[in-house]
């Protein structure tokens, strides 16, 4: 048996939030948030969103069981109360759809605070985006 523990990923994310200071986008995080940007530092609160992770139903990656996450953190550790195993229940991570500039092709990326280059997949051309 591994002692690795294994991990679900939430399917519920804090809402996207601006830097009130450099109006970048903030992590996608709830509590105490720096800006990669400017270092600035918001508290962000979003009751919706700790609502629905305390309500969260995750399947025990372990056993036919599905739990109620009952903590408003992300991330959490769970114990499944049939099979006993620990696991833990991450952040979502957030993608972000847009259009290449070029050819139009639909490109879903994760976005991170600040200023970045890509390259598309289908028709090599770079181009910026800011987030």
């Not at 709830?30 to 990669?36: A, K, N, P, R, W």
């Not at 990656?61 to 739990?67: A, F, G, M, S």
């Not at 139009?104 to 991170?112: D, N, V, W």
């Amino acid at each position: 048996m591994s002692d690795e523990i294994q991990e679900i990923e939430s399917k519920i994310a804090p809402p996207t939030v601006q830097c009130p200071n450099c109006d970048s986008m903030l992590p996608h995080e709830l509590g105490e948030v720096t800006c990669s940007v400017c270092s600035a530092v918001s508290r962000i609160e979003h009751k919706p969103t700790r609502d629905s992770w305390m309500d969260e139903k995750v399947s025990c990656p372990n056993c036919p069981k599905i739990l109620r996450v009952g903590v408003d953190e992300r991330p959490c550790a769970l114990r499944c109360s049939s099979c006993t195993s620990v696991f833990k229940v991450t952040r979502h991570v957030v993608k972000v759809g847009l259009t290449c500039p070029s050819c139009e092709r639909e490109l879903r990326i994760r976005p991170r605070p600040g200023k970045r280059s890509l390259d598309c997949p289908a028709c090599s051309e770079s181009f910026h985006v800011t987030f």
